[in-house]
């Protein structure tokens, strides 16, 4: 039990919340949204089971690499020494194992769509994809949006998982989704930006790459705040330019409710203060998410 314990802590499996509210969302629109010829996309629990599964095994095999690829750059930062690899809690062995156990996972995920013949088919593309972030920072300071375009992924593979049969004829059908993901892409990246701040000194002096280290503290934090603007943009837009979401009040009220969330983010975080930023980054974050999944899923059905 104590094994597992680590190992759940290690991929702080809670942090699968980031994501997963805008698969389902994704999914939820897919579902709402008719045809090209006026009919309904039929609901399919296997579905659901589906989307829960690949984004739960996509989200632990990504982390536990992450944890095997940074392990010795951990060792030597005052801020992750104490993580479970460089402290000897959990061994290279268990988290490789978990590693592959997830990433098998994920790939067998994608047969609960079958007919729909295109998770199956992108699931190796995707999951490498996703694992490659890793190695981001080595070679690029754009690497948290390459985290954002991994996220990104969610609510574009949902749908795609759900309406794939649309796509050989009208692949314009993805727009909503790849709008969606857009701001998925700006939040996402805006915020490992943040995060990053904590380590500008230690990437500094270790060779890594991050906006941080490249624009200094202060303008990382205004070119999140720009990313975090343009995400506010893409999600006020996503209702007219795609009127048939169904989208109205409700989910409009809620971007003003997540612009205001965003706004305390920036607050919280100051260029001479980052003692707030695991306040911002986990807990603001996932209010944005589940809130965002909350009003998109109410204008649908109200």
Not at 161 to 173: K, S
Not at 269 to 278: A, I, K, Q
């Amino acid at each position: 039990m104590n094994s597992i314990s680590a190992l759940l802590s290690m991929i702080r499996f809670s942090h699968t919340l980031f994501a997963l509210p805008f698969a389902v969302l994704s999914a939820i629109w897919a579902w709402a949204t008719p045809f090209p010829n006026q009919q309904a996309v039929p609901f399919r629990w296997q579905q659901v089971v589906g989307i829960v599964c690949c984004m739960v095994f996509a989200r632990i095999a990504a982390m536990a690499f992450n944890r095997l690829v940074d392990r010795h750059i951990d060792a030597l930062n005052p801020r992750t020494n104490t993580r479970h690899l460089p402290a000897g809690t959990l061994t290279v062995k268990s988290v490789f194992w978990l590693t592959c156990f997830s990433s098998v996972g994920f790939i067998a995920s994608c047969f609960w769509f079958w007919p729909n013949p295109w998770p199956v088919c992108l699931c190796i593309p995707v999951l490498l994809f996703l694992l490659g972030y890793s190695y981001a920072k080595r070679f690029t300071a754009w690497s948290h949006y390459w985290l954002g375009a991994a996220l990104w992924l969610a609510p574009l593979c949902a749908w795609i998982a759900i309406r794939g049969e649309v796509l050989w004829g009208n692949p314009a059908d993805l727009l909503p989704a790849a709008a969606l993901g857009l701001a998925v892409f700006l939040w996402v990246g805006g915020f490992d930006v943040i995060y990053a701040c904590q380590d500008v000194e230690f990437d500094r002096r270790h060779g890594l790459h991050s906006l941080p280290v490249r624009w200094g503290v202060l303008g990382a934090l205004r070119g999140a705040a720009l990313s975090h603007l343009l995400m506010l943009i893409t999600l006020a837009v996503l209702p007219f330019a795609f009127p048939q979401l169904g989208l109205h009040w409700i989910y409009l009220s809620g971007i003003v409710l997540v612009a205001a969330l965003i706004a305390f983010e920036h607050f919280l975080v100051r260029p001479d203060d980052l003692s707030r930023v695991n306040l911002a980054f986990f807990h603001v974050n996932v209010v944005i998410s589940l809130g965002l999944l909350v009003v998109g899923t109410l204008d649908v059905i109200w």
